[in-house]
C-alpha cells in the first residue's frame, strides 16, 4: 500500500485511514502567509499533512501527534524516509496528554511551547452507527477527538499570531465557528468544497486566528468539472503533490 507524490512517498499498509482527498486538500490550502516557524499536526495519520506543510513551508519545527500505535509507527516510518526527517517529529498520544503537558509547563514556567500553526483532520462522523473496524471507527468517528477538545486544546497550544486550520463536513461549519468564537478564534479564511459544479458543498476548509478580520476571505473549490476531469482551481491547489496534476 503505497502512494508516490512528487517529492514524497506514503507507506499505508499499517493504517486504517488511507491517503484521501480531505488530507491533501488541507495540506495544500492550510494559509502560510504568516511564516510559520511551528507547525504541530492533530491526528498525523500516516503523516501526510506534516509532509505536505514540510514541503511547502520552511518550518524548522513540524510535530505530530497520533493516538494509534500502528498508524503513529508509519508516520515515524513515513518522516524517516522524507527530504524533511530533520524537522519532522511524531508524538505516539492523546492529545489530553499533550494539553496537561501544557499546562503543567505554563504553572511551572510561566509559559508553555506555543505553535504557529495547527491543523487537523479530525474525526467528524458523527452518526449512531459504528463498523466492525475498530481502528477505522476510532480513526473516523468523532467521540474519538471532539471538537470542544480540539478547539480548547488550540486555544492553549497557539502563539498569539497562531493560526488554527481544519477541514470538516460543511453541515458542521457554524457550530465549529461559534465553538471557536468562544474561545477568541475568528475566522480567519474560509473556502468550501464541492465534488462538482451541480452537487451540495460537503466539506468546509477553515482558518482561525486571535485577530477580527473586517473581511474574510470566502470562497468555493470545485474539485471535478467532470467525471476524472478536475477543475484548473483543484489543479492549482494540488499539483505541487499529486504525479499527475500538471
Known amino acids: 500500500m503505497h502512494f508516490k507524490f512528487k517529492q514524497f512517498s506514503i507507506n499505508q499498509d499499517k493504517t486504517a485511514m488511507k491517503v484521501g482527498t480531505d488530507g491533501v486538500l488541507l495540506g495544500a490550502w492550510t494559509p502560510l502567509d504568516l511564516m510559520p516557524e511551528s507547525i504541530l499536526d492533530i491526528g498525523a495519520g ?43 517529529f511524531c508524538y505516539h498520544a492523546a492529545l489530553d496528554e499533550l494539553v496537561e503537558e501544557a499546562k503543567a509547563e505554563q504553572e511551572e514556567v510561566g509559559e508553555s511551547n506555543c505553535y504557529d500553526l495547527i491543523v487537523c483532520n479530525p474525526p467528524f462522523y458523527s452518526e449512531d452507527f459504528k463498523t466492525n473496524d475498530v481502528a477505522r471507527d476510532l480513526a473516523r468517528f468523532q467521540d474519538a ?14 502563539s498569539d499570531e497562531g ?15 461559534a465553538l471557536c468564537a468562544q474561545n ?60 499527475k496534476m500538471d
Request: glycine share 2%; proline share 5%.
Open 46 to 88: 500516516t503523516g501526510l499533512i506534516a509532509l505536505q506543510l514540510a514541503q511547502r513551508s520552511s518550518a524548522f519545527q513540524i510535530d505530530a501527534l497520533e493516538i494509534d500505535e500502528h498508524a503513529y509507527e508509519q508516520a515515524v516510518d513515513n518522516f524517516e524516509q522524507s527530504p524533511w526527517r530533520d524537522r519532522l
Open 145 to 158: 477527538l471532539p471538537f470542544e477538545e480540539l478547539v480548547e486544546a488550540a486555544d492553549l497550544l497557539l
Open 163 to 177: 493560526i488554527l486550520a481544519v477541514i470538516i463536513p460543511f453541515k458542521e461549519e457554524e457550530r465549529f465557528i
Open 184 to 243: 477568541q478564534l475568528f475566522p480567519y479564511k474560509i473556502t468550501r468544497v464541492k465534488g462538482n459544479p451541480t452537487t451540495a458543498i460537503v466539506r468546509s476548509l477553515l482558518a482561525f486566528s486571535r485577530n477580527t478580520l473586517a473581511k474574510i476571505p470566502t470562497n468555493e473549490l470545485v474539485i471535478e468539472k467532470d467525471r476524472h476531469q478536475y477543475t484548473p482551481e483543484y489543479s492549482a491547489l494540488t499539483r505541487d503533490f499529486y504525479l
